[in-house]
């Protein structure tokens, strides 16, 4: 791809997630997008076709953008729960280091939307990190530590919960200037709970 096509679709994709972020998937418009960008409306069908196009992109370049603070994690040697919690310790840091509004985002448009949740599911499944929780858990479940349970079904469950309470946490830190010290001892500890929680009915 050339330079100019590159840069014209880096400033596409940062309008896209400006207006998904501010309107939520279903608000968000192709024009007001082509606007942001400061392209034409046909140059916006050219590079994506469709609304539902343009999203995947979107979330697909964010899962990218994660994907490198989980290097190392599977080399340590952890136990299937403190590679869960080193990924989402990672994860978490990347979240609130954007804008306040992707917590939200993630849990109402992404997670709570059965339209956007399988496509969601289906980008992280593409994901090599992802990929090899989904081993682990499988073995998990040969070993007779956790009953069955598709990888989809478990990865939904973690990520909303999760979302829920980082959700909550991101709005404190912006409304009542909650110290960052605090805010991370409270991650710290719906990570731990929430894991805690669900392994909890998962077990035989």
């Known amino acids: 791809m050339k330079t100019n096509e590159q840069n014209t679709e880096q400033v596409i994709l940062e309008a896209a997630e400006a207006e998904f972020l501010e309107k939520g998937y279903d608000g968000a418009k192709m024009l007001s997008i082509a606007r942001r960008a400061g392209v034409a409306h046909s140059m916006l069908h050219y590079y994506y076709r469709s609304k539902e196009n343009l999203f995947q992109a979107v979330m697909l370049r964010k899962t990218r953008e994660i994907v490198p603070m989980f290097r190392g994690i599977f080399e340590q040697g952890l136990s299937f729960e403190e590679t869960l919690n080193r990924l989402r310790e990672a994860r978490d840091r990347y979240l609130l280091s954007q804008v306040s509004q992707m917590p939200y985002f993630l849990l109402s448009e992404m997670l709570l939307k059965p339209e956007n949740r399988a496509m969601v599911i289906g980008l992280l499944d593409r994901v090599e990190s992802i990929q090899r929780v989904k081993k682990m858990l499988e073995a998990e479940i040969e070993a007779g530590r956790i009953r069955p349970i598709a990888f989809s079904d478990f990865l ?10 980082l959700t ?37």
Not at 173 to 179: D, F, S
Request: aromatic content about 6%; some cysteine; hydrophobic content about 45%.
């Open 156 to 165: 939904f469950m973690l990520l909303t919960f999760d979302t829920a309470s």
């Open 168 to 204: 909550s946490i991101s709005a404190c830190r912006e409304k009542e200037e909650l110290g960052l010290e605090i805010a991370d001892k409270l991650m710290a500890s719906y990570r731990e709970h929430n894991l805690q929680l669900i392994l909890e009915v998962l077990r035989p």
